[in-house]
Every structure is written in C-alpha cells, then in structure tokens.
RNA sequence: CGGGGCGUAGCGUAGUGGCUAGCGCGCCUGCUUUGGGAGCAGGAGACCGGGAGUUCGAAUCUCCCCGCCCCGACCA
C-alpha cells in the first residue's frame, strides 16, 4: 500500500516552463519524473511504478510469443560497431568515451551487433533456428535536439528484440509474430495506435511497419485514409493515378514562348492565362527539380502545384545513397541547365537522368522551361518529347490525396511512434558473418528481423493519449495503483474507517494508493487525486456520518455514493470487472 | 548547425544602474479550519547560471563561456 503521508511525492501547481506538451507537465506536475538534464529525467514513486508496469506487460507479452529475455551492457567496446562501420556511421549521435587506458567506449544507441554476436557465440547450425530474443534495457543517443519531455530524451528505455532464422519464409513468420505480439501489447498498455507501412530505407530491409499512437503532439506525420483504414508513412504512400490512354502524337507539337519575369510557378500561371487565356493552373506546369545523386545530376520532375519531399525521394530512389539540391556551382559545371527555365526535353543532350513522380505519367502535356533564358515551352509531353529513366515518389504527400487503396481522399495525421517492425535481412549477419550449416551442410548467411518498442515513451504516449483537462488518466493495467482511497476530514472515526477499507482492498488482492495526510484539505486531495489520474478513487469523509461513502470513476467523473456495509464487496465486483 | 527566446529559493515569477532582491505556491512552528488547491501569526530557504570587464555602485550595461526551451535541419 501507497501512503500519501510518507511517500516520496510533491505535487506542483504550476506547469513547469520547461515544458511544453501535454504529458510531460502533467508527468512533471504530478510528480512522476524530474528532469535531469536535456532530455534525460528521473523516476520518482509514482512515476517509476506505472513505468515497470508497463515494462511488465511488454516483458509478459514477449515472453507469452515464446521470445527470450536477455541483457546486454549498456556500456560497449567500439570493435563490434567498427565492423558493422556504424562506429562513424553513426555520427555524433553517438554517445562515446574512453576507459583509462584510452580505449573507446560507447553508450549503445541500438544492439544490433550485440544481439547478431551472441547468437554467432552459441549457435552454428540451422536447427537452433528460428529464434527470438529481445532485451529491455536503457539505450542513449546524443539527439541533436531533445524534446517534448520524456516522447524524446536522449536516455530512453527500448524493448528490442531480433529474429534469426535461416530463409526469408522464416523470417516472415518471425515478423508476423511479433506482429500478433505488440497489436497484444499496445491494446493491453491502453493505447490508440495505426500500424502504418513503412520504409525500411537505408538499413536494407525489406518489409516494415511503425506503430504509430495518433496525437496532436506526436512529432511523425502519417498518411490514413478514414474509409478503409489504410495507413502508411509519408515515404510509402503510393500515388493513385489514372490510367489513360492517351495517343500521344495528337497533341499539337511543342511550342516555345517568352516568359521574361517569371521566377515562380505562380508568376508563369499568371503570364499563361494573361497570353494564352484559359484557366490554367500551377498543375499544369512541369518542375523540374535538379538534384546531385552521388555525384552525378538528376531531375526530378513534379506537377508545378507540388514540392519535391526529399525524404520521401531519397527512400524511393533504389541504390542511391546521397542526395543534395543543385547548387550554383553545379548549374556553372552544366551550362545547358538555365536556373529556372529547365525542361526535360533536351535531358540527354545534358546528360541528366530524368526521374518523374506518377502523375507525370506517359501521355500528359506539360508546360516547362525551354532550357533557354526567359522563355518556356508548351505542349511537352511525356513519351513524345521526354522519356524518362524511372517513375519514383518524389511529390509531397498533401491531405485529399487519394488513397492508393480505396481513392477516397487521405487526411495527414500525428503521432508519437511507439513500435516498429522490419526485416532487417543479412546486413547485420553479413557484416559480422553470423552463418549456420544448413541441412545440406552448406554455410548459410542467417536472416534476422529487429522490433522495438520504446518502453519509456510509452509512459508519455499513453499519458498523451488519456489525459484530460484535470490531470493524468491512466487506464487500469499501467496505473500506479487500482484504486485511490482517499479520507477527508479530521475525525478520527474516518481515518480509522479509510484505514480499514485501505486494509480489506489491499487483502483482496487491489493495489492501494492511500491519502492518509492528516493536514492536507480535501480540496488538495481530490486536486492531487484528479491530477495523479488512478482510474478509481473512493472518498471517505462527510458522508460517514450518514454511514456512506462515495465511489467515483476518474476517467468519466461519474460518482455514486455506497453504504458503508456493502462499499467492499460492491468495489471488489466493480474492479473485477 | 541556422533562427528565436530564456536562466533570480524546491516550483512559478517581479525587479532595465542606487538602500537589506520582492511576491505566489511549497516547506518549518503555533493557533484556527476540514467536501474542491483554507485563514492568521511567526520562520527557514538565493554566491541573481559561470567568468572577465565598465562603474563610486551591477541581478540590471559589455564581452566570453555554460545550461535550458521552441521552430527548422537531423533522427528510431
């Protein structure tokens, strides 16, 4: 049982300055984490109980999937990330240091390598696999910016588990797995949550998904479609585009026109109507949007309404690893490429490869530059005048985009990520050179899969998610306690009745958190109550006298008085339910 | 790393060159009070982020450093 009277806990008023999003005052103000450093914080009571509880359902839910726990040193040697070259790869997120004889250290942002070695260490023969083992252990990156409290610290606790197994069949079962496994978690940890298509990008994966819990604070930004639940990352929306067939050679031939002024789409769409008259529209004008891809010139072509998103180019474009815009140095190397009047008409001659979003598809008429100063060009069309290498996604996603599912308009929606899921592949096995004997005898390169689940911005996701404009909300497996008893007054008959209600809770098996302070007013305990957010609360004051106590649900703020005699039994039915 | 802002007691803050740095919350003592962050009285608690400088005099002005928050870049 929780005592208020000697339990380490001080309530605050006022919101922290420090803070600016939802969970972390509240988390703050009700005394369940302080701040440490830059997104660094420590637990107090309160705080640290609803943590392990939460801790416990992930630990159960994995263990429950038949995955082992293991635990690694938060501290490591450098060697293992040398190899995996994630040593610089990392950059300066790393957090690094030396030992007294000048060795490198690091604090593991990630275990990958750790994880590959110990199976490398046991295991050498196709008939140890599959395998799953995970860890929940406190992992550090050096953000470039910390924020929003304990959603993004550069100390966190992250559950990580990884799959091995010997063929990319087995490595599906081991997602889909563990896939069953977090959709059981987050509903038990009380959690809205989308599970969005992700890319798995530069790690060399394949399939991927985010669990992503919807929130105005969240810092991601996803694509969902309301009328058929679809949902994906901005970098994997799919572009829905209609199928035409258009006959291309009737399309009156190019045309070349001054445009002196022009610099913007919007003052080319006003030079068009003002010429040519018609209603035409940023969307009928081609950008063309020059890029350096290792080294080498690119464009990429986009409707003039839309930008070019580079994340979601950069993890669409296949085999490249780093991109940049044009700069003036590059348009002073290819003197055929005129700042702002670039069509893709004469690419080969320039020898820029050409890539085009879908809705630049083969059959549609284009206006663009005319590569020449102030003029621009009508009637281009693609697969008459220009071909182009590859179709990527390379447009920013906006909301009424059509989803690629159903066509109904998408909106564009926050959340805080709390899972992911991928195919990691042999990248980690390769580098490190974790192989088994296969049935054949044959040296196999294993297959693994990495899932994580951020254990501590769970704390902060579901506070997100379930507080209201009186303080914390928790829903009942993560709450500190089942049940906030609280007795108001300075009679000593109700002292010794709350004393005794506190007693027969806890005997039935419920977890307590008593406010027994003598000196405290009501108001301050049902404030503290309210802030603190235990689903249930049961009062025992004024109403003793009348042989009643009152009962009140948090989350709904419904209240009803209970006689005296039945208040136990009648809670016990409730919490039990 | 670019832009903006902040640093005064545990928390929230006032104080733009002049007396002993003020207030609210919280804390301690006493009395009163006990169903919505109680009242009165007394009290403890601050190297005003650090350093250097300007000045008769610096929380206040100048420079450097450090820390923190927000937006962006970046990122699981």
């Given at each position: 049982?929780?005592?208020m009277?000697?339990?380490?806990?001080?309530?605050?008023r006022?919101?922290?300055?420090?803070?600016?999003?939802?969970?972390?005052?509240?988390?703050?103000?009700?005394?369940?984490?302080?701040?440490?450093?830059?997104?660094?914080?420590s637990?107090?009571?309160?705080?640290?109980?609803?943590?392990r509880?939460?801790?416990?359902?992930?630990?159960?839910e994995?263990d429950?999937?038949g995955?082992?726990?293991?635990?690694?040193?938060a501290?490591?040697?450098?060697?293992?990330?040398?190899?995996?070259?994630?040593?610089?790869?990392?950059?300066?997120?790393l957090?690094?240091l030396?030992?007294r004889k000048?060795?490198?250290?690091?604090?593991?942002?990630?275990?990958?390598?750790m994880?590959?070695?110990?199976?490398k260490?046991?295991?050498?023969?196709?008939?140890?696999?599959?395998?799953s083992?995970?860890?929940?252990?406190?992992?550090?990156?050096?953000?470039?910016?910390p924020?929003?409290?304990?959603i993004?610290?550069?100390?966190?606790?992250m559950?990580?588990?990884?799959s091995?197994?010997?063929?990319?069949?087995?490595?599906?079962?081991?997602?889909?797995k563990?896939?069953?496994?977090?959709?059981?978690?987050?509903d038990?940890?009380?959690l809205?949550?989308?599970?969005?298509?992700?890319?798995s990008?530069a790690?060399?994966?394949s399939?991927?998904?985010?669990?992503?819990?919807?929130?105005?604070t969240?810092?991601?930004t996803?694509?969902l479609?309301?009328s058929c639940?679809?949902?994906?990352?901005?970098?994997?929306?799919?572009?829905?585009?209609?199928?035409?067939?258009?006959v291309?050679?009737?399309f009156p031939s190019m045309?070349i026109?001054?445009?002196?002024?022009?610099p913007?789409?919007?003052?080319?769409?006003?030079?068009?109507?003002?010429?040519?008259?018609?209603?035409?529209?940023?969307?009928d004008?081609?950008k063309?949007v020059l890029?350096?891809?290792?080294?080498?010139?690119i464009?990429?072509?986009?409707?003039?309404?839309?930008?070019?998103?580079?994340?979601?180019?950069?993890?669409n474009?296949?085999?490249?690893?780093d991109?940049?815009?044009?700069?003036?140095?590059?348009?002073?190397?290819?003197?055929?490429?005129?700042?702002?009047?670039?069509?893709?008409?004469d690419a080969?001659?320039f020898?820029?490869t050409?890539?085009?979003?879908?809705?630049?598809?083969?059959?549609t008429?284009?206006?663009?530059?005319?590569?020449q100063?102030?003029?621009?060009v009508?009637n281009?069309?693609?697969g008459?005048?220009?071909?182009?290498?590859?179709?990527?996604e390379?447009?920013?996603?906006?909301?009424?985009?059509l989803?690629?599912?159903c066509?109904?308009?998408v909106?564009?929606?926050?959340?805080?990520?709390?899972g992911?899921?991928?195919?990691?592949?042999?990248?980690?096995?390769?580098a490190?050179?974790?192989?088994?004997?296969?049935?054949?005898?044959?040296?196999q390169?294993?297959?693994?899969?990495?899932?994580?689940?951020g254990?501590s911005?769970?704390?902060?996701?579901?506070?997100?998610q379930?507080?209201?404009?009186?303080?914390l909300?928790?829903?009942r497996e993560?709450?500190?306690?089942d049940?906030?008893?609280v007795a108001?007054?300075?009679?000593?008959?109700i002292?010794s009745?709350?004393?005794?209600?506190?007693?027969e809770?806890?005997?039935?098996?419920?977890?307590?958190?008593f406010?027994?302070?003598?000196?405290?007013?009501?108001?301050v305990?049902?404030?503290?109550?309210?802030?603190?957010g235990?689903?249930?609360?049961?009062?025992?004051?004024?109403?003793?006298?009348?042989?009643?106590?009152?009962?009140?649900?948090?989350?709904?703020?419904?209240k009803?008085?209970?006689?005296?005699?039945?208040?136990?039994?009648?809670?016990?039915?409730?919490?039990?339910?």
């Open positions: 049982m929780l005592r009277s000697n339990l380490l806990l001080r309530t605050l006022d919101d922290p300055a420090d803070a600016e999003v939802a969970s972390h005052k509240l988390l703050v103000r009700a005394g369940f984490v302080r701040r440490i450093a830059a997104g660094i914080y637990w107090l009571p309160l705080g640290y109980i609803t943590y509880n939460i801790e416990n359902i992930v630990r159960e994995m429950a999937a995955f082992q726990e293991v635990h690694f040193p501290l490591l040697p450098k060697e293992p990330y040398e190899k995996t070259n994630r040593w610089n790869e990392y950059g300066p997120d957090f690094r030396k030992d000048e060795n490198d250290f690091l604090l593991g942002p990630t275990h990958e390598e994880f590959t070695l110990m199976i260490g046991e295991f050498s023969s196709y008939k140890d696999l599959p395998i083992i995970y860890q929940i252990q406190t992992k550090y990156r050096d953000e470039p910016r924020r929003s409290g304990i993004r610290g550069r100390e966190f606790v559950k990580d588990s990884y091995f197994d010997i063929d990319d069949a087995g490595l599906e079962e081991s997602y889909q563990h896939r069953a496994s977090y959709i059981k978690t987050f038990r940890l009380g809205k949550y989308n599970i969005v298509s992700a890319m990008g790690m060399g994966g399939k991927s998904e985010e669990f992503l819990a919807p929130c105005e969240g810092e991601d996803y694509v479609c309301n639940g679809f949902a994906a990352n901005v970098e994997a929306m799919k572009t829905r585009i209609e199928n035409k067939n258009i291309v050679e009737n045309e026109f001054d445009s002196p002024n022009t913007t789409i919007d003052s080319l769409v006003d030079l068009l109507n003002n010429k040519f008259g018609g209603n035409h529209q940023a969307s004008t081609l063309n890029l350096v891809a290792d080294g080498k010139p464009s990429v072509l986009v409707p003039g309404d839309r930008e070019v998103d580079l994340k979601r180019l950069q993890a474009l296949s085999g490249i690893q991109i940049r815009l044009f700069e003036d140095a590059d348009f002073a190397k290819n003197p055929g490429l005129v700042k702002g009047y670039v069509g893709p008409q080969k001659k020898g820029l050409l890539y085009a979003d879908p809705r630049v598809s083969v059959g008429s284009w206006i663009t530059g005319a590569n100063k102030d003029k621009h009508r281009v069309v693609h008459r005048d220009f071909e182009v290498t590859e179709f990527v390379a447009a920013e996603v906006k909301a009424g985009d989803c690629p599912n066509a109904s308009p909106i564009i929606d926050r959340a805080i990520e709390i992911h899921i991928f195919q990691l592949g042999r990248k980690y096995a390769k490190l050179d974790l192989t088994v004997l296969d049935r054949d005898g044959k040296s390169v294993v297959t693994m899969g990495s899932y994580g689940i254990v911005r769970a704390v902060a996701a579901i506070a997100e379930t507080h209201d404009e009186l303080g909300c928790w829903p993560v709450a500190p306690a049940i906030h008893l108001t007054g300075k009679d000593s008959e002292f009745l709350a004393e005794k209600f506190a007693k809770l806890e005997s039935l098996g419920w977890r307590v958190l406010d027994d302070r003598a000196d405290a007013s009501p108001g305990k049902f404030k503290d109550a309210e802030l603190i235990i689903p249930y609360i049961l009062v025992v004051g004024k109403g003793v006298s009348e042989g009643k106590v009152e009962f009140r649900i948090r989350k709904s703020g419904e009803k008085d209970l006689q005296i005699t039945e208040a136990i039994s009648e809670i016990n039915t409730i919490l039990n339910s």
